[in-house]
């Protein structure tokens, strides 16, 4: 069972970046599909990006396309989401995870969550 740990969060004034790291063990991370969730106060949940097993295919939510990035080590079992021209409306906290099965959007077919970090973008 892998286990997921984030980190990079921080606070960043609109318009500055910020690059999550997603540091996975515990299993065999070529196995998984990643995914990038975030959750702002008083809202649901929500699919940022999601990254096929092998780095080839990416999917991303409107909000963010043209804005964010997820790639991924395998070699280093991690998954990063790369963030610029980040705005008031991405403060959240952001989660990783991971999905043996599949490369979707949906936080249910994900069973696999970090603790989550948080970003904070001021205006």
């Known amino acids: 069972q892998v286990q997921l740990v984030e980190s990079g969060g921080g606070l960043v004034q609109a318009g500055g970046s910020l690059r999550l790291s997603c540091a996975a063990s515990?299993?065999?991370?070529?196995?998984?599909?990643m995914a990038w969730f975030r959750q702002a106060p008083g809202k649901e949940r929500e699919f940022v990006g999601t990254?096929?097993?092998?780095?080839?295919?990416?999917n991303y939510a409107e909000p963010v396309k043209g804005r964010f990035t997820i790639s991924r080590d395998n070699a280093k079992s991690t998954v990063y989401l790369q963030m610029n021209s980040l705005r008031p409306e991405d403060t959240a906290v952001y989660y990783c995870?991971?999905?043996?099965?599949?490369?979707?959007?949906?936080?249910?077919?994900?069973?696999?969550w970090g603790q989550g970090t948080q970003v904070t973008v001021s205006s």
């Open positions: 515990g299993g065999t991370f070529s196995d998984y599909a």
């Open positions: 990254i096929s097993w092998g780095g080839g295919s990416r």
């Open positions: 995870a991971a999905s043996r099965t599949y490369f979707t959007s949906r936080r249910q077919d994900y069973p696999y």
